[in-house]
C-alpha cells in the first residue's frame, strides 16, 4: 500500500474544515489543515460572526429609542465606528486563535499556506514549494462573493468582506441585492445612521422565504428608514465629482451618489486555481463541487464540505456534513446528514426565524394544508413611539395535521425558531403543539395559542 505524507489533507480551516480536521485527528488520523488567511473562515473572521456584532451594535439605535418609553432620559447617542471596529476586529482575532488553538489541541498541524491539488493524492503548497501527499483530501475552501457582469467599474464596489473594516462610517451607502447580506446589511448601517439605499432586481426581497415573512421584512426595511428601489439593476458605477463619492447608474435611468457602494448578489464556490482538473474533481454547472449524499467528489478519496458544494449554505451545516464526512471515512459508519428541516436565521431588525416548508411549497409538496398566522404587536413596544409588529406562521399538513413549517418575524425569533425546530424535526403535530401550555407573558407563547385556521380573504391568491 502506498505511503502518504497525511491521512487526511483539508484545505480550508473554516467551520467545516476545522471540524473535520479535529475530528479525524482524535480518531487517529494524521491530519493537516492548509489555510491561506486566518483560521475560522467566513463565518469567524467576515461573516456570521462580526456581522452579528455589527446587527447588535446598530441596534441600540431602537434600544435607545424605546428607554424613553420606559421614562428613561438618554441624551443624544453618539456611535464611535472606529471603537466599535477595532473592537469588533479584536474579538475575531481571539476566536481566530482559539480556532488554531482548538486545532493544535486536537493534534492537527495547522499549515499557513495556500494549497492547491497537483494530483489526486498531491497537494503543492503556494508559499513553500513543498509538496506533500494524502490519503484522504478535505476541500472545504466555502464561498467568495460575486460580482454581477455587466456592471460597468464593478471594481469601484465592496462587498461584505470589506464592510467589516471601512476607515470611516459612510455618509450614503448603496447595496445591490435583495438576499440574506443585502437585508441584513443594509439595516445594520441604516440603525448607524447611514442613509441607506437598497436596489433589488426582483419585487420584494428575501425569494425563497416564506411570502409573509418577505412582506413583513420588505415592510420593516422600509420602515427602518432603509430607500426600497426594486425592478431595478447596477448597469455602472464611475467615480463622481465628490470626493471620495461614486455615482451608480440603474438600468431605470435612475443615479445614486454614494460614498460606499456594495454588492450582496450572492456567493461563489471558491474553487479558482484549486487544481481541481489535475486532481480530476467534477464541478457542477454552477462552479460547485460535485459531491454525493457522503460528501464524495468524483474521486473516490477526495471529499468536500461546506459552501464550496453550494448544498445548504450555513455555517451549522457545513459542520454537520464534516461530522458525517469523519463517521464515514475515519469510523467506518457510512453517514449521510438529513437536509430537511433545517432551521435558520436571517438577522434583519426585526430578525426572521425559519424552518420547514413555506407556505407555498407545502401547497406543492403535499396538497391541501391549513394555515395559522398572527401578526401582533409584542409587549415591549406598547410603551414607546413606535411600537414593533411580529410575525407568526404555522404551516401544517391537512391530512396529519403535521406542523411542516413555523415562520417567526420579530425580536428574538432566532433564539424562538432553534427551540421549536426541534417540534418540526420530530414531526409533531398542531395537536401536541397546542397541548403544551403557554409561557406568559411572552411572544413565543402565540405558537402554542393559535386556534383559528388562517381564512385567505381573497381565495385563489394564496402561494
Ligand atoms: P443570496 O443568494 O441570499 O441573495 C443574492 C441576492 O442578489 C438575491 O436577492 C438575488 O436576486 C440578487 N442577485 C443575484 N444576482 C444578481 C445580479 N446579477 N444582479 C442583481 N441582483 C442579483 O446571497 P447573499 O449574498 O445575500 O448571501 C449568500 C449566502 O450566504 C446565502 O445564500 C446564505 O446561505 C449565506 N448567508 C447566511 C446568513 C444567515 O444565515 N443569516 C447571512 C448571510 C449570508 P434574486 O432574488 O432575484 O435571485
Given at each position: 500500500m502506498a505511503d502518504f505524507d497525511y491521512d487526511l489533507f483539508t484545505i480550508g480551516a473554516g467551520s467545516g474544515g476545522v471540524r473535520a480536521s479535529r475530528l479525524a485527528s482524535l480518531s487517529g488520523a494524521k491530519t493537516a489543515v492548509a489555510e491561506e488567511y486566518r483560521p475560522g473562515g467566513t463565518c469567524v473572521i467576515r461573516g456570521c460572526v462580526p456581522k452579528k456584532f455589527m446587527v447588535y451594535a446598530s441596534g441600540f439605535a431602537k434600544s435607545f429609542r424605546q428607554a424613553e418609553g420606559y421614562g428613561w432620559s438618554v441624551g443624544e447617542p453618539r456611535f464611535d465606528w472606529p471603537a466599535f471596529r477595532?473592537?469588533?476586529?479584536?474579538?475575531?482575532?481571539?476566536?481566530?486563535?482559539?480556532?488554531?488553538?482548538?486545532?493544535?489541541?486536537?493534534?492537527?498541524?495547522?499549515?499557513?499556506?495556500?494549497?492547491?491539488?497537483?494530483?489526486?493524492?498531491?497537494?503543492?503548497?503556494?508559499?513553500?514549494?513543498?509538496?506533500?501527499?494524502?490519503?484522504?483530501i478535505l476541500i472545504a475552501t466555502g464561498g467568495v462573493p460575486n460580482r454581477p457582469e455587466g456592471v460597468a467599474g464593478a471594481e469601484h464596489a465592496i462587498t461584505s468582506n470589506e464592510l467589516f473594516h471601512l476607515d470611516k462610517l459612510p455618509e450614503h451607502l448603496v447595496i445591490a441585492g435583495g438576499g440574506?447580506?443585502?437585508?441584513?446589511?443594509?439595516?445594520v448601517f441604516a440603525g448607524l445612521g447611514v442613509k441607506t439605499c437598497l436596489v433589488y432586481r426582483g419585487d420584494i426581497v428575501l425569494r425563497?422565504?416564506?411570502?409573509?415573512?418577505?412582506?413583513?421584512?420588505?415592510?420593516?426595511?422600509?420602515?427602518?428608514?432603509?430607500?426600497v428601489i426594486t425592478h431595478a439593476v447596477f448597469t455602472s458605477i464611475e467615480p463622481s465629482k465628490r470626493e471620495g463619492f461614486h455615482t451608480v447608474h440603474l438600468d431605470t435611468g435612475d443615479e445614486l451618489e454614494s460614498?460606499?457602494?456594495?454588492?450582496?448578489?450572492?456567493?461563489?464556490?471558491?474553487?479558482?486555481?484549486?487544481?481541481l482538473e489535475a486532481a480530476g474533481v467534477e464541478v457542477l454547472e454552477n462552479g460547485a463541487i460535485k459531491v454525493d449524499e457522503y460528501s464524495r467528489t468524483s474521486v473516490d478519496h477526495i471529499y468536500a464540505v461546506g459552501d464550496v458544494t453550494n448544498r445548504v449554505n450555513l455555517t451549522p451545516v457545513a459542520i454537520r456534513e464534516a461530522m458525517a464526512f469523519v463517521e464515514t471515512v475515519f469510523k467506518d459508519r457510512p453517514t449521510a446528514f438529513d437536509y430537511s428541516?433545517?432551521?435558520?436565521?436571517?438577522?434583519?431588525?426585526?430578525?426572521?426565524?425559519?424552518?420547514?416548508?413555506?407556505?407555498?411549497e407545502a401547497r406543492?409538496?403535499?396538497?391541501?394544508?391549513?394555515?395559522?398566522?398572527?401578526?401582533?404587536?409584542?409587549?415591549?413596544?406598547?410603551?414607546?413611539?413606535?411600537?414593533?409588529?411580529?410575525?407568526?406562521?404555522?404551516?401544517?399538513?391537512?391530512?396529519?395535521?403535521?406542523?411542516?413549517?413555523?415562520?417567526?418575524?420579530g425580536d428574538d425569533a432566532p433564539e424562538i425558531i432553534q427551540a421549536v425546530g426541534i417540534a418540526v424535526k420530530a414531526g409533531l403535530t398542531k395537536a401536541q403543539f397546542d397541548q403544551a401550555c403557554a409561557v406568559h407573558p411572552t411572544v413565543a407563547e402565540e405558537l402554542v395559542t393559535m386556534r383559528e385556521k388562517w381564512v385567505d380573504p381573497t381565495p385563489g391568491t394564496a402561494g
Amino acid at each position: 500500500m502506498a505511503d502518504f505524507d497525511y491521512d487526511l489533507f483539508t484545505i480550508g480551516a473554516g467551520s467545516g474544515g476545522v471540524r473535520a480536521s479535529r475530528l479525524a485527528s482524535l480518531s487517529g488520523a494524521k491530519t493537516a489543515v492548509a489555510e491561506e488567511y486566518r483560521p475560522g473562515g467566513t463565518c469567524v473572521i467576515r461573516g456570521c460572526v462580526p456581522k452579528k456584532f455589527m446587527v447588535y451594535a446598530s441596534g441600540f439605535a431602537k434600544s435607545f429609542r424605546q428607554a424613553e418609553g420606559y421614562g428613561w432620559s438618554v441624551g443624544e447617542p453618539r456611535f464611535d465606528w472606529p471603537a466599535f471596529r477595532d473592537a469588533m476586529a479584536g474579538e475575531v482575532d481571539r476566536l481566530s486563535g482559539i480556532y488554531a488553538k482548538n486545532l493544535a489541541n486536537a493534534g492537527v498541524e495547522l499549515i499557513e499556506d495556500r494549497a492547491e491539488l497537483t494530483g489526486a493524492h498531491e497537494i503543492r503548497l503556494v508559499k513553500s514549494g513543498r509538496t506533500v501527499t494524502a490519503r484522504h483530501i478535505l476541500i472545504a475552501t466555502g464561498g467568495v462573493p460575486n460580482r454581477p457582469e455587466g456592471v460597468a467599474g464593478a471594481e469601484h464596489a465592496i462587498t461584505s468582506n470589506e464592510l467589516f473594516h471601512l476607515d470611516k462610517l459612510p455618509e450614503h451607502l448603496v447595496i445591490a441585492g435583495g438576499g440574506y447580506i443585502a437585508c441584513e446589511f443594509a439595516q445594520v448601517f441604516a440603525g448607524l445612521g447611514v442613509k441607506t439605499c437598497l436596489v433589488y432586481r426582483g419585487d420584494i426581497v428575501l425569494r425563497g422565504f416564506d411570502d409573509d415573512v418577505r412582506a413583513f421584512v420588505h415592510e420593516q426595511l422600509k420602515a427602518s428608514g432603509v430607500r426600497v428601489i426594486t425592478h431595478a439593476v447596477f448597469t455602472s458605477i464611475e467615480p463622481s465629482k465628490r470626493e471620495g463619492f461614486h455615482t451608480v447608474h440603474l438600468d431605470t435611468g435612475d443615479e445614486l451618489e454614494s460614498d460606499a457602494v456594495v454588492l450582496a448578489t450572492g456567493r461563489d464556490p471558491y474553487t479558482a486555481g484549486l487544481g481541481l482538473e489535475a486532481a480530476g474533481v467534477e464541478v457542477l454547472e454552477n462552479g460547485a463541487i460535485k459531491v454525493d449524499e457522503y460528501s464524495r467528489t468524483s474521486v473516490d478519496h477526495i471529499y468536500a464540505v461546506g459552501d464550496v458544494t453550494n448544498r445548504v449554505n450555513l455555517t451549522p451545516v457545513a459542520i454537520r456534513e464534516a461530522m458525517a464526512f469523519v463517521e464515514t471515512v475515519f469510523k467506518d459508519r457510512p453517514t449521510a446528514f438529513d437536509y430537511s428541516d433545517i432551521a435558520s436565521a436571517v438577522f434583519t431588525q426585526p430578525p426572521v426565524g425559519t424552518v420547514g416548508l413555506t407556505e407555498a411549497e407545502a401547497r406543492r409538496t403535499h396538497g391541501e394544508i391549513d394555515i395559522y398566522k398572527s401578526k401582533f404587536r409584542p409587549m415591549k413596544g406598547m410603551l414607546t413611539a413606535k411600537p414593533d409588529w411580529m410575525l407568526m406562521k404555522l404551516v401544517v399538513r391537512a391530512e396529519d395535521q403535521v406542523v411542516v413549517g413555523v415562520h417567526i418575524a420579530g425580536d428574538d425569533a432566532p433564539e424562538i425558531i432553534q427551540a421549536v425546530g426541534i417540534a418540526v424535526k420530530a414531526g409533531l403535530t398542531k395537536a401536541q403543539f397546542d397541548q403544551a401550555c403557554a409561557v406568559h407573558p411572552t411572544v413565543a407563547e402565540e405558537l402554542v395559542t393559535m386556534r383559528e385556521k388562517w381564512v385567505d380573504p381573497t381565495p385563489g391568491t394564496a402561494g
